[in-house]
Nanobody
């Protein structure tokens, strides 16, 4: 069982920045594919960013490309989402997900609110 705990959400003005963190419970973190998703009120959960595994490729949703950066620190078993140039439409609950041997584990989510 992999446990994930997100942090770093909050209220920020449009154009500002936030960095989200997602800490994992297992030592084999470096082998996990890690993802960030988000869900805005009344909308489906959507993909934001992915880090295939440590040293591997990353990918982003078109809506955040060039503004958000996913990174990971294996020693801290943590994945980050640096969010710059935030827009009102980035307001959502942000979730991290770990894929481990084909099984998905989700964190509890952290709220990001961008005021315009």
């Amino acid at each position: 069982q992999v446990q994930l705990v997100e942090s770093g959400g909050g209220l920020v003005q449009a154009g500002g920045s936030l960095r989200l963190s997602c800490a994992a419970s297992e030592r084999t973190f470096s082998t996990y594919a890690m993802y960030w998703f988000r869900q805005a009120p009344g909308k489906e959960r959507e993909f934001v960013a992915a880090s295939v595994r440590s040293g591997g490729s990353t990918s982003y949703a078109d809506s955040v490309k060039g503004r958000f950066t996913i990174s990971r620190d294996n020693a801290k078993k943590t994945v980050y989402l640096q969010m710059n140039s935030l827009k009102a439409e980035d307001t959502a609950v942000y979730y991290c997900k770990a894929r481990v041997v084909g099984i998905d584990y989700w964190g509890q989510g952290t709220q990001v609110t961008v005021s315009s």
